[in-house]
């Protein structure tokens, strides 16, 4: 099944958004699927998760290639475990809750994970924060396209090299890996496959121009503006 013609204004406000949040995670490492995933879903639903998840996995592969001189693969191994489970798991959940109005299960998982972000939560880079990392950002993942929040709150005192080496790394097989989950259970296929097509031109913008801004925006100021968007988006999906 090919996807009917998407609106011109449609595909480049897609566009837009994948470019500017592609910019951002390649930049300063955070922003894709947070500033992403409610904009798309306000735009249309059909682009989240596994269009958007398939797209954004060549920014990681890129991001995950940059750094690779600082993993730590023994951590990267513990974390991909539970990662396996958690996406499952999330394709489990996805499958069941297909009948409910999905805008506003995504609205509540993007104000989770906005949430998770800003809760100033510590967690020390042990082997079983890894694990249950991994298996929560499957979960979450899988659903709605958000992987960040729980595997980012165990890296978050790691040094900036090897958070940026293990986030790209674990990204990228997080989102083939939950486009595989979705595929398998039917949530998959040729449609979302030209969705992700239609994407494509975004990231690679985000990817060129992302050079031109490392260090020269503050992450905290811009990782408070990206949460504020996601927080907005996922309230205008709830109300609308």
Do not use: W
């Not at 480049?12 to 390649?26: E, F, G, K, P």
């Not at 394709?91 to 998770?116: E, H, T």
């Not at 674990?170 to 039917?186: D, E, I, K, N, P």
């Amino acid at each position: 099944m090919l996807a009917p013609a998407m609106p011109l204004l449609t595909l480049i406000a897609a566009n837009v958004i994948m470019s500017l949040a592609s910019m951002l995670q390649a930049s300063v490492g955070i922003g894709l699927a947070l500033l992403a995933v409610p904009l798309l879903v306000l735009l249309d639903p059909r682009l989240v998760p596994g269009p958007m998840l398939l797209a954004g996995s060549v920014l990681a592969l890129v991001s995950a290639y940059r750094e690779r001189h600082a993993m730590d693969t023994k951590s990267f191994g513990l974390a991909l475990i539970g990662l396996a489970i958690g996406t499952v798991c999330g394709a489990i959940a996805f499958r069941a809750l297909r009948s409910a109005p999905l805008d506003k299960v995504f609205a509540i998982l993007v104000l989770l994970a906005v949430g998770l972000s800003m809760s100033g939560l510590c967690s020390r880079p042990t082997r079983s924060a890894f694990f249950a990392g991994g298996s929560a950002t499957g979960v979450m993942g899988t659903m709605v396209g958000i992987h960040g929040p729980p595997i980012a709150l165990v890296l978050q005192h790691a040094q900036p090299e090897q958070a940026r080496a293990m986030l790209g790394a674990f990204f990228f097989v997080a989102y083939v890996g939950s486009v595989v989950a979705l595929a398998v259970f039917g949530l998959f296929g040729v449609l979302q496959l030209q969705l992700a097509a239609y994407l494509l031109p975004g990231v690679v913008t985000g990817l060129c121009v992302a050079p031109l801004l490392t260090g020269c925006v503050n992450p905290t100021r811009l990782r408070v503006a990206i949460l504020i968007i996601s927080a907005s988006s996922a309230v205008v999906l709830l109300l609308r």
